[in-house]
């Protein structure tokens, strides 16, 4: 065998071996943000979720008189921060946007089954929402009146 093919199969020995380490390299994983859909899936869940809260009777009164689209505007930017996104959430605390509006844990409740219904309608990964609502979980003792 030349000098040359024994230099070209080394070369292509190299090659191969480079190739196949990066096929086989951890790939890292796709942030929950991600995994929601990114900007389309927080907007189709945030629409979905709007829905279902105008068609809940039990807590559709705490919103008969906001301003839904900039609402809308807030939770996307909300959801998008929380779910790891690229977006900066810049609305009132949890705590200013709800002092004495007397939400129940009742209510509370009532509202996050109609976040799950629309994840649900979505067809969103069970484990997915449970990290979500994870990081939405913490909101509650600014939100629910004691």
Same mark, same amino acid.
């Given at each position: 065998?030349?000098?040359? &093919?024994? *230099? ?13 380490? =990066? ?9 929950? #943000?991600?995994?929601l859909g990114g900007k389309g899936g927080i907007d189709a869940i945030t629409d979905g979720f709007l829905a279902n809260l105008a068609n809940d009777s039990r807590i559709a009164h705490f919103?008969? &008189? ?5 609402? %809308?505007?807030?939770?996307?930017? @909300?959801? =998008? #921060?929380?779910? *790891?996104?690229? =977006?900066?959430?810049? *609305?009132?605390?949890?705590? +200013?946007?709800?002092?004495? %509006? ?9 509202? /996050? +089954?109609?976040? +799950? ?6 067809? /969103?990964? @069970?484990? /997915? ?15 629910? #009146?004691?």
């Amino acid at each position: 065998m030349s000098i040359m &093919k024994t *230099g070209l199969r080394i070369a292509g020995f190299a090659l191969l071996s480079i190739l196949v380490a =990066c096929s086989s390299a951890p790939s890292t994983p796709p942030t929950l #943000y991600d995994q929601l859909g990114g900007k389309g899936g927080i907007d189709a869940i945030t629409d979905g979720f709007l829905a279902n809260l105008a068609n809940d009777s039990r807590i559709a009164h705490f919103f008969a &008189k906001t301003d839904i689209d900039k609402f %809308r505007s807030m939770l996307v930017k @909300q959801f =998008c #921060y929380v779910s *790891g996104g690229p =977006c900066q959430y810049d *609305g009132k605390t949890m705590l +200013e946007a709800h002092k004495d %509006r007397n939400i129940s844990d009742a209510d509370f409740n009532a509202l /996050v +089954e109609d976040l +799950e219904k629309s994840m649900d309608d979505l067809h /969103v990964d @069970q484990a /997915v929402q449970n990290r979500f609502l994870a990081q939405l979980v913490p909101m509650h003792s600014d939100i629910v #009146y004691h």
